[in-house]
């Protein structure tokens, strides 16, 4: 059975009246913040901002770290607090901040410096990228076909969003009684399996979650670059 789902990917990703047009993925930029931290609201207007450009997904990933000011993030899970660890060692930050944003997985800036994060988009719209394609087969399953991995290997990634705006307004904590507007707010992170270069397929988990938007990563290992993206 999975010899003949592996034969099915291939001949699907490998048709030219199946696989679509190679074109450049949207850059990704995600945003580490905290409804507790009282830098954060000029990010969180920047990625609003951000997430109306067809070439850029903007995601913003709730981070725990400042719960302990008095105001408990709502969002905030502790994989998306991994998630942003795993950028400090690869980037050789000495500690994770907020706000920070994250461009594509290769560069990062403060969350409050829109021109160096505008810099960081253009220069990640300027690089020649080389993705494999990918499609999803139904509703539970994606695939990525062929191509160049990076040294370490490569993993894909689920990320489930919800595209409308979330206002939170804090009853304690540096931001009390301000209202918190925030968009594509991260709800779920999975990581679906490793990937080396050769068509596979890959279950996606249901979700308990409605009106989600669904993003599957390709990324080097251990929070390197984003190498496609496919959404939908």
Do not use: H
Request: net charge positive.
């Amino acid at each position: 059975m999975r010899k003949a789902l592996l034969a099915f990917v291939v001949l699907m990703l490998l048709s030219p009246t199946a696989a679509p047009a190679r074109v450049r993925p949207p850059v990704v930029v995600e945003l580490f913040t905290a409804q507790g931290c009282s830098s954060c609201l000029k990010a969180n207007t920047l990625v609003s901002e951000l997430a109306e450009r067809p070439d850029v997904l903007a995601l913003t990933f709730g981070v725990d770290y400042w719960d302990y000011l008095g105001w408990p993030d709502t969002y905030a899970r502790p994989e998306f607090t991994e998630r942003q660890r795993a950028y400090a060692r690869k980037l050789a930050l000495r500690e994770v901040y907020t706000p920070q944003v994250v461009v594509d997985g290769q560069a990062q800036a403060s969350g409050v410096r829109g021109d160096r994060v505008e810099a960081l988009v253009t220069a990640a719209l300027r690089t020649p990228t080389n993705p494999p394609d990918m499609l999803f087969m139904g509703t539970r399953r994606v695939a990525v076909g062929s191509g160049p991995v990076p040294r370490g290997g490569a993993e894909v990634w689920l990320i489930r969003y919800d595209p409308r705006e979330q206002e939170v307004t804090p009853k304690r904590g540096d931001n009390r009684g301000q209202t918190l507007v925030q968009r594509n707010v991260v709800r779920e992170v999975v990581r679906l399996g490793g990937w080396r270069g050769k068509p596979t397929a890959y279950r996606i988990p249901a979700t308990e979650i409605e009106g989600l938007s669904t993003a599957i990563l390709v990324q080097a290992a251990k929070g390197g670059r984003i190498i496609a993206v496919l959404l939908r």
